[in-house]
């Protein structure tokens, strides 16, 4: 089906669309102007992005209380879908014109409470240590590697990587599991006036949602590869999430909460290089020199002993960097 014959068939044929800046992946969004409602025409070209799992995760996150944008119609086969507007007031903006800092984490960390709190949804894809030892694998072991040292990565630097994932959150394997967002930080989140509670926090990119460590939302929160965020409220926001998620541990959380940052620092300093090259997104290298520190002090703790080890015997201090910043 066509844009125009679906904008069309679900009474938006008089709208006018208006493109969005694009994001990390391949999908785009239009908003639509003149609707019978506030609305975005997401497109996801067949083949490199799908509809239904966006579909999926929203109505689910909405059946929660959670305000992820509804969906008024998909066409699955032809990667079309109309989502609800949340309007503009990303946490992005509004951190950029002043607003509270502590009262937009707090909103976001009870958000993500509420969410695991809640039972994993059966039908969710893991997103364990093997999945996330390829996921880390196929930007610094595939892009970054190959960059930083002029040749493939080899079979026994593969496989030593992924030993020292599968050490690294082996201790961890024994705890709730909870549906992950895996990317919920600042660009993702907007404040949402008039609802109250956590439905004020508004969600968006949340289609690659998998089964995994609760802490792997709240390291992406907070140890943000896109802006500083002081380690006062750092703490602050982890003692709110273990109180309002019930922990009974928050030691153990921590430990945790290192292990998912490193792991999760590896993969996305990496990505930067892997969008720079193969994208031609070379903004995002802006953000490589931040990610990269917060790999180097989330290997200081104890909980990352071993994926600490195997930097230490493969990759040498100085390279531990975007390659392309010797380039700039």
């Known amino acids: 089906m ?3 014959a679906f904008l069309a068939a679900h009474g938006f044929g008089a709208a006018t669309p208006r493109p969005l800046p694009g994001d990390a992946s391949f999908r785009r969004y239009e908003r639509l102007l003149g609707g019978a409602r506030p609305a975005l ?21 909405r059946a929660l209380g959670l305000s992820a944008p509804d969906v008024i119609a998909a066409d699955e086969a032809s990667g079309l879908a109309l989502v609800e507007d949340l309007g503009e007031a990303t946490y992005t903006a509004l951190l950029a014109a002043g607003e509270d800092e502590a009262a937009l984490y707090a909103l976001a960390v009870d958000a993500l409470a509420l969410l695991h709190r809640a039972p994993a949804p059966p ?15 196929a930007t610094l072991l595939a892009w970054w590697w190959p960059a930083a040292f002029g040749a493939p990565a080899g079979e026994g630097v593969g496989r030593g990587f992924r030993d020292a994932v ?38 968006l990119d949340f289609q690659d949602a998998a089964i995994g460590h609760p802490a792997y939302d709240l390291a992406s929160l907070l140890e943000d590869a896109r802006r500083d965020v002081p ?48 994208d031609g997104k070379r903004h995002y290298l802006a953000h490589a020199p931040r990610t990269w520190g917060l790999l180097a002090r989330a290997l200081e703790h104890p909980a990352t002993a071993p994926l600490a080890a195997w930097f230490d015997a493969h990759v040498p201090r100085p390279l531990r960097r975007a390659p392309e910043e010797s380039a700039a």
């Open 231 to 278: 380690e006062a409220l750092r703490q602050e926001m982890r003692r709110r999430y273990a109180a309002a998620a019930g922990v009974a541990d928050p030691a153990r959380i921590e430990a945790a909460l290192a292990a998912h940052a490193a792991l999760r620092h590896a993969r996305v300093a990496a990505l930067w290089t892997r969008l720079a090259r193969r």
């Open 2 to 4: 066509s844009v125009a």
């Open 41 to 61: 025409l997401m497109i996801c070209p067949p083949g490199r992005e799908a509809i239904a799992p966006f579909v999926r995760v929203a109505r689910h996150l």
């Open 166 to 203: 599968r050490d690294m959150l082996a201790p961890f394997a024994g705890d709730a599991r909870v549906l992950a967002l895996r990317d919920f930080h600042v660009d993702n989140l907007l404040r949402l006036p008039g609802r109250e509670g956590a439905a004020a926090c508004g969600l």
């Open 123 to 137: 039908w969710a894809p893991p997103w364990g240590s093997d999945e996330m030892a390829d996921a880390a694998a």
